[in-house]
């Protein structure tokens, strides 16, 4: 890949960000971080908390 493609491909993918309404960011925001307990369950999220209550 040149440089010339991954400064499109980058330009690109910040287009598409900034073009995205707020509201639609939100809720992809919200799917991220519900996506880790669907993927691995709740004992590292369990964990996750135990730690941070150490802190």
């Known amino acids: ?26 809720l992809k925001e919200k799917e991220k971080h519900q996506l880790h307990g669907k993927w691995f369950g709740v004992l590292p999220f369990a964990f996750k908390l135990l730690f941070r209550r150490k802190k």
């Not at 890949?1 to 960011?25: A, G, I």
């Open 1 to 26: 890949m040149s440089s010339n493609d991954y400064f499109r491909f980058v330009t690109q993918e910040l287009v598409k960000k900034m073009d995205t309404p707020k509201p639609e960011k939100k």
